[in-house]
């Protein structure tokens, strides 16, 4: 299958096998984004989809886990979604983890019925763009959800047998705040129990709705050492267990894209100047992470 757009995956999803079953975001509204920019979003014939699952099937392809795309494949219908996981579980039996990137609304407009029958079809983890335990923050990056109803749709998540990962962004608040949203995530993070989180530390594509912000003085960037800390302090105040990674990237503003959505992808790897990866367990690594980011630092 021909891949359209630019390929983003959390980094636990590296082994996976990536089935595209839409292009694009349907949302494609958030202020720091320009992953899918260029792309109007739709969904993937069904026999499109069948024909990727044959082909796998055809070369030998035993795939344990399979990551479903493209930015929110979860909007997609429970009807579609659940003929979508009858062809993999008639092309593809081995498979034991379906996941994808889901809205907050996206799972607001499934049932709880709906919900524990996609859990119960190996549909069990679902990566949602939390961003911010600040609501303003949320609310100025023009985000589709705020932290309650977060809470609540991770609560009908994991009621169902359904768990999360998180994606955040240190420096989404921006300069000088990274301590308040250092606390407020961390706060988040330890009520809602995600399994894994993602941190893309904040940065501003000029093609943007936030880089023209940025130009016009609405926002001021927190700076890569702001942003280092503030994961510093986040490290420190989540009191739950979880697989942690976090990103921050020095890069030539004037031609990167950004790199919050497109870290992993080779056309923005020409525009790196330095970055720091930290990847832990937490709290088993934690000394291990916090010694790292203070060599960055
Ligand atoms: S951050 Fe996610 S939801 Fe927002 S526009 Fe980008 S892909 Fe869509």
């Known amino acids: 299958m021909d891949y359209e757009g630019r390929i983003c995956r959390t980094p636990g ?13 349907p949302y494609n509204a958030c202020a720091f984004c320009d992953l899918f920019k260029d792309l109007k979003y ?15 099937r055809d070369v030998g392809g035993t795939p344990k886990r399979i990551m479903l795309g493209d930015g929110n494949a979860f909007h997609s219908s429970f009807e579609r979604l659940s003929d979508i996981i009858g062809l993999i ?20 407009s ?29 609310a100025f990056m023009n985000k589709d959800h705020d932290n309650a109803e977060l809470r609540r749709q991770v609560a009908r998540l994991q009621a169902a047998g359904i768990e999360f990962g998180a994606h955040i962004m240190t420096g989404a608040a921006g300069a000088g705040r990274s301590d308040e949203n250092a606390r407020a995530t961390a706060q988040l993070i330890n009520e809602t129990h995600p399994v894994s989180v993602c941190n ?16 016009e003085g609405r926002f001021e960037p927190a700076s890569r050492q702001e942003c280092l800390a ?16 976090g990103f921050h990237f020095d890069y030539d503003r004037e031609n990167a ?7 992993n992808t080779a056309e923005f790897n020409d525009f790196i100047t ?24």
């Open 230 to 245: 503030e994961e510093r302090l986040l490290l420190e105040l989540i009191d739950i267990p979880l697989r942690f990674e």
């Open 200 to 215: 893309f530390s904040m940065g501003i594509a000029p093609a943007t709705t936030l880089g023209a912000w940025v130009e």
């Open 257 to 263: 894209n950004c790199p919050s959505c497109t870290g």
């Open 110 to 138: 499934k049932t709880d019925d709906e919900l524990a029958w996609l859990a119960a079809h190996h549909y069990t983890l679902l990566y949602i763009g939390v961003e911010s335990g600040l609501d303003d923050v949320l």
């Open 274 to 297: 330095d970055w720091t990866h930290t990847a832990g367990t937490l709290p088993h690594d934690l000394g291990k992470l916090l010694a790292e980011l203070d060599a960055a630092s």
């Open 42 to 56: 739709r969904e993937l014939p069904i026999d499109q989809i069948e024909a990727e699952l044959v082909r796998v």
């Open 13 to 25: 999803e590296r082994g996976s096998f990536k089935l595209p079953i839409s292009v694009g975001c």
């Open 89 to 108: 579980e008639k092309y593809i039996p081995s498979c034991e983890l379906i996941s994808s990137d889901a809205s907050v609304p996206s799972i607001a």
